[in-house]
């Protein structure tokens, strides 16, 4: 078995991994790269018979999760290409793609789930479900030519999910070659443990009980895992959660009894004037129809501010100006704060013009430098390759064999 890292070995974003055996080869991920000049297509990796689908050795791509970074050049990928994704995760970019271009529909799709082998020619792949900030990822172990290759994908073990991590830890894939493990906490300095979501629930329930107005909740419609904590701390703090269309949406099509249903009448949801738009140009009315009984109008909405928490990011941001309807409010923005500066409006700026109190109350989709080492601990590889890292040279602290692969160069699993 040898694989070459395309991207990722040295960024955070683009990951793309060729794994290559007995004259086959498959794609780990195939992400849109984040920073650098070359995106889209143009920043497709040379890999004979991609956009064409014609050659016969070329077997297929595996997304370990859908978040952009891993899966955003599938899209230029020839209709032939074979492509493997978690059911829900495919749900997720189906329902997201009548929206926003962060959603995509794949051709020729085949589902897998946690703990399910299955073989691609010679390649047999069990998924690992994952703790992450994506909804439905996966780490990925890889077979093949008598050799283990385990990809962690995206990975953390402070979410809603940790139980995957534990069981990760306690029950770890055995005799592993080569870990190709992700470090984006690593270039940060921040060393301690993570903040957990169950934690951030009782900061952000806090700020909501310290609140007179509504509160705006500013994270990504797609972090499932942040919704769930926003509604935990919603109901903790005795108020109604609102969503928007679009998020409503999403829940509704995955559909999993373990989410809160935008149908039930528990939520209540919000059709903000520019998605209004958008559902009238795009005839999307079969996507607001389900939540006819849940509807939440302005004039309910602003006639007892005190009662909500709302689901907000900056394209609403005309539906609430004006009129005394933010008085006493108070945004909590939930992502990462760097996309704060690349924002328009620049949030923070906003509530400062618009009288509304501002926090950050965020924890991280990925894993403390502590948990990656338990990881490698638990996995006892023979090497580990860095990806999706800016500091691949902070890996010879784990205590292994690191092995860097240059972007684009084969490295032999031995
Ligand atoms: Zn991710």
Redesign the pocket.
């Known amino acids: 078995m040898k694989i070459r890292i395309h991207r990722g070995g040295n960024e955070i974003g683009g990951n793309c991994v060729e794994v290559h055996a007995d004259g086959a080869s498959i794609l780990l991920d195939l992400g849109e790269p984040l920073m650098g000049e070359v995106f889209g297509e143009a920043a497709l990796p040379a890999v004979e018979g991609l956009t064409d689908g014609l050659n016969p050795n070329f077997l297929g791509i595996v997304i ?2 859908p ?1 952009l ?2 899966y955003g050049l599938v899209q230029f990928a020839s209709p032939l290409v074979p492509k493997y994704i978690g059911q829900e995760a495919d749900k997720l970019l189906r329902a997201a793609s009548a929206f926003t271009p962060y959603g995509v529909t794949f051709d020729n799709v085949h589902h897998y789930r946690d703990r399910g082998s299955f073989e691609i020619g010679p390649f047999r792949i069990t998924p690992y479900l994952a703790d ?3 909804f439905d ?1 996966y780490s990925l172990l890889i077979e093949a030519s008598g050799k283990r290759l385990f990809y962690s ?2 990975l953390r073990g402070h979410g809603w999910k940790s139980w995957a991590f534990k069981r990760l830890l306690s029950d770890p894939p055995r005799d592993i070659d080569a870990l190709l493990l ?1 470090g ?1 906490t690593l270039s940060r300095d921040d060393r301690g443990p993570a903040l957990t979501e169950a934690h951030l629930v009782e900061q952000i329930a806090a700020k909501i009980r310290e609140t007179e107005g509504i509160v705006l909740a500013g994270f990504s419609g797609q972090n499932i895992d942040r919704l769930v904590t926003f509604y935990k701390a919603t109901l903790k703090s005795g108020r109604i959660f609102i969503a928007d269309c679009y998020i409503a949406h999403l829940l509704r099509s995955i559909g999993r009894a373990t989410l809160p249903d935008p149908t039930s009448g528990a939520m209540r949801i919000f059709l903000p004037s520019r998605m209004k738009g958008q559902i009238v140009r795009n005839q999307l009315f079969d996507v607001v129809a389900p939540f006819r009984r849940s509807r939440i109008y302005p004039e309910e909405l602003f006639s007892d501010k005190s009662k909500w928490v709302m689901t907000f990011r900056a394209s609403m941001a005309g539906d609430f100006e004006g009129d005394g309807k933010l008085e006493g409010g108070r945004l909590i923005y939930s992502m990462w704060p760097g996309y704060l500066e690349r924002g328009s409006p620049n949030l923070r700026d906003w509530c400062g013009q618009n009288g509304v109190a501002f926090d950050i109350l965020h924890t991280s ?2 894993a403390s430098r502590d948990d990656l080492a338990r990881v490698v601990q638990a996995l006892k590889p023979k090497t580990v390759l860095p990806i ?1 890292t800016e500091a691949p040279e902070r890996y010879g602290d784990f205590g292994v064999a690191v092995e860097f692969s240059a972007n684009g160069q084969w490295h032999e699993v031995v």
């Open positions: 370990s999760h978040h970074d891993h992450h900030s994506a990822s994908g995206d992700e984006t989709g990925h999706h």
